[in-house]
T-cell receptor, first 116, second 113 residues
């Protein structure tokens, strides 16, 4: 069965510092890969996605992620964090074997706190 | 183009009552997914529907839970005889095709008292 691991439950960074959120997955093939952000009491907003092609993916709000097949990882990065980035971040894997991108397995999330 | 609309946003039910959660997908989207998020956890897939058909219900609890997506109207997630453990946020997502990403609604937060 597929699984997603986000090793860091909580990360604190200073405003303006760089950020990397880790995501490792287990899947029998190359999956669809997603990063979502969730603010308290809100729904999920898609930051970026990987389906195929270039392994470095650019997203909204200045985020990027790199798919590394050899490490089964899809880490999220941002060069300079803003206070408004404080939220919970979820990595997710969608099914490719039946091209079902909408059926995803989510990690447990990483809560980002931004210090002024 | 309005996003995925879920209502109500908040729902309080007493133990033993029924909860009905509605989801109107984005215009042109015929694929609907329901997820449940327990406190301090990630989202867990429940069910995948297309118009009038349940495609994958592998994440649905065996009892008390049902889902439908009729030809006309919103998708409905129904929970009968709710228990405290059903308290969670329930999210709906929709997509135009199965091989594209799904867009999420704001969720319905169910509290069972």
């Amino acid at each position: 069965a597929q699984s997603v691991t986000q090793p860091d439950i909580h990360i604190t960074v200073s405003e303006g510092a760089s950020l990397e959120l880790r995501c490792n997955y287990s899947y029998g093939a190359t999956p669809y890969l997603f990063w979502y952000v969730q603010s308290p009491g809100q729904g999920l907003q898609l930051l970026l996605k990987y389906f195929s092609g270039d392994t470095l993916v650019q997203g909204i709000k200045g985020f990027e992620a790199e798919f590394k097949r050899s490490q089964s990882s899809f880490n999220l990065r941002k060069p300079s964090v803003h206070w408004s980035d404080a939220a919970e971040y979820f990595c997710a894997v969608g099914e490719t074997y039946n091209t079902n991108a909408g059926k995803s397995t989510f990690g447990d999330g990483t809560t980002l706190t931004v210090k002024p | 183009n309005a996003g995925v609309m879920q209502n109500p946003r908040h729902l309080v039910r007493r133990r033993g009552q029924e909860a009905r959660l509605r989801c109107s997908p984005m215009k042109g989207h015929s694929h609907v997914y329901w997820y449940r998020q327990l406190p301090e956890e990630g989202l867990k897939f429940m069910v995948y529907l297309q118009k009038e058909n349940i495609i994958d219900e592998s994440g649905m609890p065996k009892e008390r839970f049902s889902a439908e997506f009729p030809k006309e109207g919103p998708s409905i997630l129904r929970i009968q005889q709710v228990v405290r453990g059903d308290s969670a946020a329930y999210f709906c997502a929709s997509s135009p095709q199965s091989n594209t990403e799904a867009f999420f609604g704001q969720g319905t937060r169910l509290t069972v008292v």
